[in-house]
């Protein structure tokens, strides 16, 4: 079953007043009580919803009876403890130089973070767009440069078009260590899971720019689960939840979009490139373990940019069985399992000056989030 866009004029507190309306009838596939005792819970699972709805008090804005539960949306927070430590181990060398996107810095893997190794001598380079790391590359002939190629189908594409930068120039001394990630078999691993009740996906935005809101009719229909694209303005993100409450009030489950940016079919020159440069593979996620198909690796034409291949890389099985953060329960606030006010570290032992675990590191972490925004409330 498919929808069409629609827009609106309508104020924010308006479209509350309708939610405050709906959520009373709307069934609940995850939850089936009535009364007190049926919540409705909607998982966004985009880091940048994630910071929205706490900027904007959204939870304050929507029915007690309506939860908002943060999902696995933040590209960082995912990102697994084992890549982090193969990127320390990249960044001792003395012919490397790692470049990464600021927040993967911070976040810890098993014998600290890049941060920590620079601060003891290693090379770590921060830019702000993988063509960057190219040019490092060309100004650096003498070393490797390694790129730490995480995130979603957003970022995805730039990465893409750094190695085909890279191979149209003859710069051979780059490439990537790849941790991307699929957003869609990570929502089907949380509903066949079904551990964590989940009534309804809000949709990332940026990620559906590419993928197209059709999509996710697949988890639409098979899971009977309403999934609404929505946009980034507290006004855009409440219109979703409406959209949500609507389908569950008729007792539908449909793919829908009320982000104009998002077609139903998504970028194809995007698509194509990501086809081009990367195949689907199994990937670790932080908290939700190895998800079929849910990770991106570089296709074998592509093979002599793939740092795994170039260089030799601590084995999983070889590296410490040290517990993923002690006492961090970042791996059940990426899985929706718990708040981060519910972590007993939560804005006492951490905090963004001072973070234990990735979700507080990185500035879409759901902890990051609650704790500039909703810690008082
Ligand atoms: S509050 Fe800190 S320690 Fe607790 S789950 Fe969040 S990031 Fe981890």
């Not at 003395?94 to 893997?109: E, F, K, L, S």
């Amino acid at each position: 079953m498919t929808s069409m866009v629609s827009t609106t004029r309508r104020s924010t507190a308006a479209i509350c007043e309708n939610i405050h309306k709906l959520v009373g009838t709307c069934s609940s596939a995850a939850s089936p009580g009535d009364g007190a005792t049926r919540r409705v819970r909607i998982m966004e699972v985009c880091g940048t919803h994630t910071m929205a709805i706490a900027r904007g008090g959204l939870r304050s804005l929507l029915p007690e009876t309506l939860r908002l539960i943060s999902g696995p949306g933040c590209p960082v927070c995912v990102t697994d403890q084992d890549y982090i430590d193969r990127a320390i181990a990249l960044a001792r060398r003395d012919d490397v130089i790692v470049a990464t996107y600021g927040d993967m810095v911070r976040v810890p893997g098993r014998g600290g973070s890049l941060a920590e190794a620079r601060a003891a001598g290693a090379t770590v380079e921060v830019v702000y767009a993988a063509e960057r790391a190219v040019d490092l590359a060309r100004c650096h002939p003498q070393r490797q440069v390694v790129f730490l190629a995480v995130g979603f189908e957003t970022t995805t594409p730039a990465t893409a078009l750094a190695l085909r930068k890279a191979r149209d120039a003859g710069v051979e001394n780059f490439s990537v260590l790849t941790a991307h990630k699929l957003i869609i078999p990570a929502m089907r691993h949380l509903l066949a899971a079904g551990d964590v009740p989940i009534d309804a996906f809000l949709c990332p935005g940026h990620v559906s720019v590419i993928l197209g809101w059709r999509a996710y009719e697949p988890l639409a229909d098979g899971f009977a689960r309403p999934c609404v694209v929505a946009g980034f303005e507290t006004a855009q993100i409440v219109l979703g939840v409406e959209a949500i409450c609507r389908q569950l009030a008729d007792g539908r489950a449909a793919e829908e979009n009320v982000y104009p940016a998002v077609t139903a079919d998504g970028n194809h020159t995007a698509q194509a490139l990501l086809d081009e440069v990367f195949r689907p593979a199994d990937a670790a996620w932080r908290g939700l373990g190895v998800i079929p198909a849910s990770g991106l690796v570089l296709r074998d034409a592509w093979g002599d940019f793939d740092a795994a291949g170039r260089f030799e890389l601590p084995d999983a099985d070889a590296l410490p069985d040290v517990p993923e953060l002690a006492h961090c329960r970042c791996g059940d606030v990426i899985s929706g399992r718990c708040r981060p006010r519910d972590c007993g570290l939560f804005a006492r032992r951490c905090t963004p000056s001072d973070p234990v675990g990735p979700c507080m590191v990185s500035s879409e972490g759901a902890c990051a989030a609650a704790f500039k925004y909703e810690r008082r409330s």
